[in-house]
């Protein structure tokens, strides 16, 4: 079965960069795009950024383009999640998600981040 | 960037009924829509794509429809388990939106 096991959330300071990790398994993972989808608390999901099967494909919300790097490491089934220059409004559970087109189809468990000084 | 709204925000109903949520864009998005369930603590779960198709695994008393600019999920004989926050999501073009969310609750 599908497993996407998020990891690197913690608290940080406002300004520092943090990355996030994705290990996945159950599936070809070097044949699907991969999105982060991000979910502050009390509130609905935001998609933060996804990246195509073999990575040439980037794309970005507007809430992080230009702070954030999304990659992925095929040999390794492992997704990651630059955070740069962390904000406050950037404290939210961030998941990795399996693509289904533009849906999401599988979900992580999810890795909290909360920004505060 | 594509606006999702859905209404209502909350819903009271009781186990056995029918209940009916919708969604709306402002802008046609054709049939690119889909809803996911979220029950509390857990990662949103997807239970319809392209507006009406059932994921797998997913009870059939869940239905999606609508095309253009609005949309509904209905969930048939509500059970204890479907008690939940429901949200929309347009896959029509990057960002990817979601709705603000409709709590179905006792």
């Known amino acids: 079965q599908v497993q996407l096991v998020e990891s690197g959330g913690g608290v940080v300071q406002p300004g520092t960069s943090l990355r996030l990790s994705c290990a996945a398994s159950?599936?070809?993972?070097?044949?699907?795009?991969i999105h982060w989808v991000r979910q502050a608390p009390g509130k609905g999901p935001e998609w933060v950024a996804v990246?195509?099967?073999?990575?040439?494909?980037?794309n970005y919300a507007d809430t992080v383009k230009g702070r954030t790097t999304i990659s992925r490491d095929n040999s390794k089934n492992t997704l990651f999640l630059q955070l740069n220059s962390l904000r406050a409004e950037d404290t939210a559970v961030y998941y990795c998600?399996?693509?289904?087109?533009?849906?999401?189809?599988?979900w992580g468990q999810g890795t909290l981040v909360t920004v505060s000084s | 960037d594509i606006q999702m709204t859905q209404s209502p925000s909350s819903v009271s109903a009781s186990v056995g009924d029918r209940v009916t949520i919708t969604c709306r864009a402002n802008?046609?998005?054709?049939?690119?829509l889909a809803w996911y369930q979220q029950s509390p603590g857990k990662a949103p779960k997807l239970l319809i794509y392209?507006?009406?198709n059932l994921q797998s695994g997913v009870p059939s008393r869940f239905s999606g429809s609508g095309s253009g600019t609005d949309f509904s999920l209905t969930i048939t004989s509500l059970q204890p388990e479907d008690f939940a926050t429901y949200f929309c999501?347009?896959?029509?073009?990057?960002?990817?939106?979601f709705g603000g969310g409709t709590k179905v609750e006792i």
């Open positions: 998600v399996k693509a289904r087109e533009k849906y999401f189809e599988s």
């Open positions: 159950g599936f070809a993972f070097s044949s699907y795009g």
């Open positions: 990246i195509s099967d073999d990575g040439s494909y980037k």
């Open positions: 802008q046609g998005i054709s049939t690119s």
């Open positions: 392209a507006a009406s």
């Open positions: 999501q347009q896959g029509k073009s990057f960002p990817l939106t």
